[in-house]
């Protein structure tokens, strides 16, 4: 159902067709006039509202993940360092992985990445073996 887009600070600058049409880092079709190009940079479900910034907002370096399932076969407890994509066509990032209670980790990448989606996958390597990978829950800012 259709709803407003905000700016970052709240303030309603216009109308969107359905959050479902949306993601974040999406720039097209946003149907906006602005001084500078914005971005969606996020998506809030319970206000059916889609929150819009500069292509710096975009970026973040953490992230909280859920549902993680673990490769290798057995759970690790202490944060290690791998290798993380957040998109299959996205080049492998340097990160640290933390586990958490209830099948959730905590993962913050060395550098910034662009766009870190709730709902979509997040897969973590050692080398060329896969350790694990879950359902990206939030992003936490830089």
Known sequence: RPGPIA???GKIIGKH???IFYTIGQRK???IAA???LYVIAIDKERNTVVVGREREIYADELIA????YIVGRKFSAPIKVKARIRYNMPEAEAIVTPLENSRIHLKFDQPQRAITP????VFYQGDIVIGGGTILEQREK
């Open 7 to 9: 700016n970052k600070a």
């Open 119 to 122: 709902g979509q996958a997040v």
């Open 17 to 19: 067709r359905g959050i």
């Open 35 to 37: 001084k500078e190009p």
């Open 66 to 69: 859920t549902e993680v399932n």
């Open 29 to 31: 079709g946003l149907g």
